[in-house]
């Protein structure tokens, strides 16, 4: 699912791994996917024989009863704010189990973490169950950050009543937008703004929010930007205002950004990258296994008649430089939703990108 970064670090921990194998077999004996493995696993301290039994003692119509409704193009009413409260006798498909609510050590417990995906919300082709299988991806990893590109309302209406453990803030409310996932346990919110690209024709924006992760300034972004090869002019530009507000930010904060940026590299050739500002995959050392996030050759969530493979989707990382301030650093990149979901078909046409980072 994972890979090891250029210090050798395994590409997750022991915990996930006996996640992965435990949700394999319930899912074989129990004849069900991944997600509701998860499910009951992790209410049950991940123990197999009480999973099982809750299981099969459970109306499974309560698990998933209410799944993604019928997309509806009817206009929109303006919905509620971030603070909307989860829904009663819901659960949570990525709060943390037993497991890793248990306070970790100090080293990881400082340990940032982000998931930055697009999810490709516009092909409503099994999108409950490849919602399901985002959430269950949060739950292997338990990022603290996820940042989310091509989310339509009926997605996040199943994140809002089913990831109850995260914060989600809305880059849009109509069509297609981003949206950011923040982990209510680690995380504080404190507030955000939608910057617009003045010249898009996709709807495009930047999403920023500014958080606190055990009191350090966090200046988080995610965007989505201008799609297609003859689009690299406007591209450009979006890079150009995503890079000056990475460059405005106060000394005192660290800025992540992650998103699908449709970049090709002479494009980010050309408008550069400022001083301090690092491309995470370049600062971790090229590693090739991490390279194609849209990779026709792997994934056929699409069905072209030609193979492209392309780094679409990048995380950009400045750390706080004001003296007395901890410094985060990036240690691992993996890319995520590697594996097929019992449609048959993947979370998403993009792999995610899993990114952490540890104080210096």
Not at 219 to 243: D, I, V
Not at 247 to 252: C, L
Not at 349 to 356: A, E, M, P
Request: aromatic letters at 8%; proline letters at 5%.
């Amino acid at each position: 699912m994972a890979s090891t970064s250029d210090s050798g670090k395994p590409s997750g921990s022991n915990v996930e791994k006996d996640r992965v194998r435990l949700c394999d077999e319930f899912a074989a004996i129990a004849g069900t996917d991944s997600a509701v493995a998860q499910c009951y696993l992790s209410e049950n301290d991940w123990e197999m024989e009480r999973a099982l039994n809750s299981f099969f003692e459970a109306d499974m119509e309560r698990v998933f009863e209410d799944d993604l409704p019928e997309v509806d193009n009817s206009p929109k009413t303006k919905r509620q704010k971030v603070e909307e409260p989860p829904p009663e006798n819901c659960i949570d498909l990525t709060g943390d189990s037993p497991a890793t609510s248990k306070k970790p050590p100090e080293e990881e417990d400082s340990k940032l973490s982000l998931i930055s995906w697009n999810v490709d919300g516009l092909d409503t082709d099994n999108l409950a169950e490849r919602a399901r299988g985002l959430c269950s991806y949060l739950v292997l990893y338990t990022p603290d950050v996820v940042f989310l590109q091509e989310l339509i309302p009926p997605y996040v209406q199943y994140l809002k009543k089913r990831a109850v453990s995260y914060l989600i803030i809305e880059g849009g409310e109509e069509g297609y937008f981003t949206g950011m996932m923040l982990k209510k346990s680690r995380v504080k919110f404190l507030e955000s703004e939608v910057v617009t690209y003045p010249t898009t024709q996709m709807m495009r924006n930047l999403l920023v929010a500014q958080v606190s992760f055990r009191g350090q300034k966090l200046c988080l972004m995610t965007s989505h930007l201008e799609s297609c090869k003859g689009h690299a002019q406007e591209r450009m530009k979006q890079l150009r205002l995503l890079m000056q507000r990475i460059r405005e930010a106060p000394d005192d904060v660290t800025v992540l950004f992650g998103g699908d940026t449709n970049l090709r590299d002479s494009e980010v050739a050309k408008v550069g990258l400022p001083s301090g500002v690092c491309d995470v995959w370049e600062r971790l050392g090229r590693q090739e296994h991490c390279r194609y996030t849209w990779d026709t050759k792997a994934n056929n969530n699409k069905t072209v008649p030609f193979v492209s493979r392309c780094r679409f989707d990048r995380v950009y990382f400045r750390p706080a430089t004001k003296d007395g301030v901890t410094r985060l650093a990036p240690d691992h990149m993996a890319l995520v939703g590697l594996e097929k979901l019992d449609c048959g078909r993947y979370t998403s046409d993009h792999w995610g990108i899993y990114c952490s980072f540890t104080a210096e």
